[in-house]
Nanobody, 123 residues
Framework: VQLQASGGGLVQAGGSLRLSCAAS????????MGWFHQAPGKQREFVAT????????YYTDSVKGRFTVSRDNAKNTVYLQMNSLKPEDTAVYYC?????????????????WGQGTLVTVSS
């Protein structure tokens, strides 16, 4: 599975962005998916995860109520809607996939990683 993340860019604090993750190579309809980010000088961190059907999601505390993860299995694509962005959200965002149906919050549970898309939030 190849994962291509897009939608990053420069936005002012309080603004919104929607990241997309397009999968190719095989269908991800039976895969749990997720998003991680890595800020400059920091370790990679979990952001959000969604199960195969889209009915179960989980978020890290810092983005709850602001970010929404969703998926369209017909389009083989996962999304991360980011609202009320803060400067501390600045990071490279990575789309990930695991060959299991359920959600996961740790990187070692994922089998595939995309190349990342940069999100920069200015104050």
């Amino acid at each position: 599975v190849q994962l291509q993340a897009s939608g990053g860019g420069l936005v002012q604090a309080g603004g919104s962005l929607r990241l997309s993750c397009a999968a190719s190579g095989r269908t991800i309809s039976s895969y749990g998916m997720g998003w991680f980010h890595q800020a400059p000088g920091k370790q990679r961190e979990f952001v959000a995860t969604i199960n195969w059907s889209g009915k179960n999601t989980y978020y890290t505390d810092s983005v709850k109520g602001r970010f929404t993860v969703s998926r369209d299995n017909a389009k083989n694509t996962v999304y991360l809607q980011m609202n009320s962005l803060k400067p501390e959200d600045t990071a490279v965002y990575y789309c990930v996939a695991r060959m299991e149906l359920g959600i996961a919050t740790t990187g070692e549970k994922y089998d595939y990683w995309g190349q990342g898309t940069l999100v920069t939030v200015s104050s």
